[in-house]
């Protein structure tokens, strides 16, 4: 199993330019995550879904768009990209309520 | 609102002493705490995590402890290895919620 996968790794991108960040999972978790780290701070909710179909706002929505076609896929979507949107964001996964959720190396995102 | 705060952003420890993370919440729906840990470049992978109805939880060398009156929990490292060098966060979660809230973290450094 390859858990969560994320691309890319590293991106820069300039003022207004949109992108799309991936991920997927291979363990059919009905559960998936974006989350943001800025220096210093810890991981932020953006979006999260709950399974196909199902997708809600987290703490930091504003300026992102999440979809979920399928169980194993959840991009997620930077619309007009603000240096304010410069951090490392991590997809995670998990299989229910409690529990430990499962990581993806994470994107580091540059915007100038 | 930073519901979860580890109040100390770094610690240095002797390889084979003991270490010490602290952890506090305010959240009084929380009940499910969890300590991840990342290194440089990586996503954060899970370590242990305790119920809130226990007060204590051991995995090898490494035990959790929970104080709901004082909304305190910490984790300890016995011995620290050079391997444990990291960040650490802290989490929480409250019943039935998707969602987990991170404290800002500890970067732990194990001197030989």
């Known amino acids: 199993n390859a858990g969560v996968t994320q691309t890319p790794k590293f991106r820069i991108l300039k003022i207004g330019q949109s992108m799309t960040l991936q991920c997927t999972q291979d363990?059919?978790?009905?559960?998936m995550y974006w989350y943001r780290q800025d220096p210093g701070m810890g991981l932020k909710l953006i979006y999260y879904s709950v399974g196909a179909g199902i997708t809600d706002k987290g703490e930091v929505p504003n300026g992102y768009n999440v979809s979920r076609s399928t169980t194993e896929d959840f991009p997620l979507r930077l619309e007009l990209a603000a240096p304010s949107q410069t951090s490392v964001y991590f997809c995670?996964?998990?299989?229910?309520?409690?529990?430990?959720?499962?990581f993806g190396p994470g994107t580091r995102l540059t915007v100038l | 609102d930073q519901q979860v705060k580890q109040n100390s952003p770094s610690l240095s420890v002797q390889e084979g002493r003991i270490s010490i993370l602290n952890c506090d919440y305010t959240?009084?729906?929380?009940?499910?705490f969890l300590w991840y840990k990342k290194y440089p470049a990586e996503g954060p992978t899970f370590l242990i995590s305790?119920?809130?109805?226990?007060d204590k939880n051991e995995d090898g060398r490494f035990t959790v402890f929970l104080n709901k009156s004082a909304k305190h929990l910490s984790l300890h490292i016995v011995p620290s290895q050079p391997g444990d060098s990291a960040v650490y966060f802290c989490a929480a979660q409250a019943f039935n919620d998707y969602k987990l809230s991170f404290g800002a973290g500890t970067t732990v450094t194990v001197r030989a």
């Open positions: 305790i119920s809130s109805i226990k």
């Open positions: 959240n009084s729906m929380f009940d499910y």
């Open positions: 363990m059919n978790h009905n559960y």
């Open positions: 995670a996964s998990s299989p229910g309520v409690p529990g430990e959720q499962f």
